[in-house]
């Protein structure tokens, strides 16, 4: 159930991944927080390995470990580059890295935070139903914030 919304964003998250569209949203994001004084939270989610790479142990042992200590390592750098873009635009940004499913991850992460806005990017589609047929839709049908798509 949705709470009683408030007309200024006090809590700001931006969803990003290596995508640039996700790049666009963190400047909008940035942008906005720094001109309503909110708190901005730079949200990554980390999903889980396909199945089959349970099966690459059996073949080098030890790999399917080293495939999760270098995606965390990569998106903890992708954390930190935003948290650095944040800072030298005078920003203060926390950083999150969430594992689970991309949708319900970010579900989960408004909810529990009481957050105003996600800022997220949007991937351009030839044709409405192609765009709201994908993460954004999933996630606006369920979330009780505010949503900018950015482009």
């Keep these: 159930m949705c709470g009683k919304r408030t007309s200024v964003y006090k809590k700001i998250v931006v969803a990003l991944d290596e995508s ?3 790049e666009r949203a963190l400047e909008s994001a940035i942008e906005l927080a ?3 004084k909110s708190d901005l939270t730079i949200l990554t989610v980390s999903e889980p390995l396909p ?5 690459i142990d059996s073949e080098m042992p030890g790999a399917k470990q080293k495939l999760l200590d270098e995606r965390n390592a990569f ?3 992708l954390q930190k ?7 030298a635009a005078g920003i203060q940004a926390k950083g999150v890295i969430v594992e689970g499913d991309e949708v319900q991850s970010i579900l989960n992460h408004l909810t ?13 589609h ?16 369920k979330s ?8």
């Design 34 to 36: 720094g001109q309503l």
């Design 81 to 87: 580059q935003g948290i650095e873009r944040a800072t």
């Design 20 to 22: 640039k569209e996700a």
């Design 112 to 124: 529990s935070n009481r957050i105003d806005l996600l800022v997220i990017g949007r991937r351009h």
């Design 51 to 55: 199945s089959y790479a349970g099966f």
């Design 144 to 151: 009780c914030c505010s949503i900018l798509g950015v482009y």
């Design 126 to 141: 030839s044709t409405m139903s192609q765009f709201w047929g994908g993460t954004l839709r999933a996630i606006a049908e």
């Design 75 to 77: 998106y903890c750098q």
